[in-house]
């Protein structure tokens, strides 16, 4: 697996002048050190910000200086737009794209080196409206409970047991739970783990006493050492545990269960929150135990629980006619036909 980017690398083959160069690096610091975006954010910042420099390279003959950036009109925007689109570029990640060219020319526009108005409201690809695929209750709990019979090695299955019941249980992200340290392993016993999410934002989680004592399972069969400030989950070579490595732990176990192609390690986190909606949690409390910094980002289970709510709609609503026999139907109700 590839390095993420730090943001001390240098980009290499950069399309811009050396006050551009200068400028982007300044950026680059800010995007990492004061807004605290994650490697991966800052890597893929990287490559939209190089590609739109290099549309302008050709665009406009020659490397872009600060001047030439602050000069561009909408079109010029447009053009960059329309060339990803021609190239056949997925609408997701051009609308990211756009997000991390707005984000230089924001910076820039506090910074007064650049100005923001012919982007800022420049509108991008409209996006499907997507939602979370959950699994059902009963392929949840047989995913966590079946994930140990992929491995030939039983230390390999209880780890792996171990994170899933993390990202089901306590509705972790694959990267929290992996980037657990030893110490901070929950102990059996431990009713809360404190976990450190999207933009270094602490959260409180409550845990289920399985998830516990799975990874003290885990734990005492690890064949590696397990150093206090060292990554609690390890590979079979004892390195850090990827992601990549559980989801295809997962993909193994989708062919054994016969589960959908949407049957992900993160789908495990989507149905914590729906199957919690689904028994009437609260949404400002699901927000809260999935570190969402947007209500509207949870909002989205809602709708995945749209099935559940017609149900129970049908199930309790004296008017719902789908669930009323025949002959408690109103005199007056007119002749279906």
């Not at 004061?34 to 390279?57: G, I, M, Q, W």
């Not at 709510?309 to 109700?333: I, N």
Request: glycine content about 8%; proline content about 7%; some cysteine.
């Amino acid at each position: 697996m590839a390095r993420p980017a730090r943001i001390t690398d240098p980009l290499i083959g950069f399309p811009g002048t050396a006050e551009t160069e200068a400028a982007v690096g300044t950026w680059r610091r800010w995007l990492a050190q004061e807004k605290r975006a994650s490697a991966h954010t800052c890597a893929a910042y990287d490559r939209d910000l190089l590609d739109f420099l290099r549309f302008l390279t050709v665009h406009l003959g020659g490397r872009p200086t600060l001047r030439d950036l602050r000069a561009l009109r909408p079109a010029d925007f447009r053009a960059w737009l329309a060339r990803r689109a021609m190239a056949g570029g997925a609408r997701s990640s051009t609308a990211r794209a756009l997000s991390a060219v707005r984000s230089f020319y924001r910076w820039g526009a506090r910074q007064g080196r650049l100005d923001s108005t012919a982007i800022a409201h420049l509108r991008g690809p409209k996006l499907p409206q997507s939602l979370p695929k959950a699994l059902s209750a009963a392929e949840a709990l047989e995913t966590v409970g079946s994930v140990a019979a992929v491995h030939a090695d039983d230390w390999e299955g209880l780890r792996d047991t171990a994170i899933l019941l993390l990202l089901y249980g306590a509705g972790l992200r694959i990267a929290e739970a992996l980037s657990l340290t030893a110490a901070e392993a929950p102990a059996p016993g431990q009713q809360a783990l404190r976990v450190l999410g999207k933009g270094r934002k602490e959260r409180l989680v409550p845990l289920l006493p399985a998830i516990p004592e799975a990874v003290a399972a885990y734990r005492a069969a690890c064949p590696h050492p397990l150093p206090a400030e060292g990554p609690l989950f390890l590979s079979k070579r004892g390195k850090p545990l990827s992601a990549r490595q559980v989801q295809l732990a997962m993909q193994r176990l989708r062919g054994l269960l016969d589960l959908p192609d949407s049957a992900t390690p993160h789908a495990l986190r989507h149905s914590f929150a729906t199957h919690l909606l689904a028994a009437g949690g609260d949404l400002r409390a699901i927000q809260e135990l999935l570190g969402h910094a947007s209500l509207s980002t949870t909002q989205r289970y809602t709708a995945v629980d749209s099935a559940h709510l017609l149900e129970v709609y049908e199930r309790s609503h004296p008017r719902a006619r789908r669930k009323r026999a025949p002959e408690d139907a109103p005199e007056d109700a007119p002749e279906e036909g």
